[in-house]
C-alpha cells in the first residue's frame, strides 16, 4: 500500500495497491478497487468537494494525469505529453488539477538541462490546455481554503521515503501568494 490520502471531508481514504487505486472508509473495513487497468494507476489525489479523484496512470507509454468519480467508473484522460507527470492537488474550487512535469523551462529559471527538475502545471478538470504555473521544482504543492496561496515543498535531494531527515539537503517549505505572485519560505 502507498500513496494514502485523505478525502477533504474525512470520509475516505485513497491509496495505491498493485498499480490500482483503491478507496477504504476511514472508520476501517473492506477497500473497493476504483480502477482496474493492466496500466499502472497511483497518486491519487482528491477534489477539495471529495467527489472526484486525479491520478497518474501510464495506460499509453508514459504516465498522464486522469481525472474520475470518488466512486469509480471511467476515468478521463487529461494530459497527452511524452513526458511523465504526477498529481499533486485540486484547486480550491475544483475546477483545475496541479501537477508536475517536464514539459518547457524559461532559460532564466534553468539551471542545466535535465529531466530531475520538473516544472509546476494546472490542468482543467473538464479536460484542456495546460498551462504553466511555476517553472522552479515545486512539490506536494495544496491550496489554502479559498485559494489565494498555495504551499509547497522544493526538490530535495533527500529520498522522500525517508523518515525523520535533517541534514543541509532536507526539502524547504514554501508559500506562493497566486494574487501577488510572491514567494516566502517558512
Request: glycine content about 8%.
Amino acid at each position: 500500500v502507498s500513496y494514502p490520502t485523505i478525502s477533504p471531508d474525512g470520509s475516505r481514504i485513497a491509496f495505491t495497491y498493485r498499480g490500482d487505486i483503491y478507496s477504504v472508509s476511514s472508520d476501517g473495513g473492506e477497500a473497493n478497487r476504483l480502477t482496474f487497468h493492466k496500466a499502472h494507476d497511483y497518486k491519487a489525489v482528491w477534489g477539495s468537494d471529495s467527489k472526484n479523484i486525479a491520478f497518474a496512470s501510464n495506460r499509453y507509454g508514459n504516465f498522464d494525469i486522469y481525472l474520475m468519480s470518488a466512486l469509480g467508473g471511467a476515468a478521463k484522460r487529461l494530459t497527452f505529453h511524452s513526458s511523465d507527470e504526477e498529481p499533486y492537488t485540486f484547486t480550491a474550487d475544483n475546477t483545475a488539477i496541479l501537477f508536475k512535469g517536464n514539459r518547457m523551462d524559461t532559460v532564466e529559471h534553468r539551471q542545466y538541462p535535465t529531466q530531475r527538475l520538473p516544472e509546476l502545471y494546472s490542468v482543467p478538470a473538464t479536460g484542456g490546455s495546460v498551462a504553466q504555473v511555476l517553472t522552479v521544482s515545486a512539490e506536494e504543492v495544496q491550496f489554502n481554503n479559498n485559494g489565494s496561496q498555495f504551499v509547497y515543498q522544493d526538490l530535495g535531494a533527500d529520498n522522500p521515503w525517508r523518515k525523520h531527515h535533517i541534514s543541509a539537503a532536507t526539502r524547504d517549505i514554501w508559500t506562493y501568494d497566486t494574487g501577488t505572485c510572491p514567494y516566502h519560505t517558512l
